[in-house]
């Protein structure tokens, strides 16, 4: 009776994980190489989605609204 619960608690350990890592590796605010990409943020087209789930939102019609750093 206990297998359910351990399964269910894995599924939700397993999948916390991977989004921790999807946020670590593919998210602009994190800069893992300080010497070539010190300000990741700033190199980002307004056109890249980096947003897991967007509802009603089509990046590709968005306009450059920021300088070039």
């Given at each position: ?45 307004p056109?890249?989605q ?20």
């Amino acid at each position: 009776q206990l297998i359910p619960l351990f399964v269910i608690i894995g599924c939700g350990g397993v999948g916390a994980s991977l989004y921790l890592m999807r946020l670590a590796m593919f998210n602009p605010d994190v800069s893992w190489d300080k010497k070539n990409n010190p300000e990741p943020w700033n190199k980002m087209s307004p056109n890249d989605q980096y947003k897991l789930f967007s509802i009603n939102m089509d990046y590709s019609r968005l306009k450059k609204d920021r300088p070039d750093f």
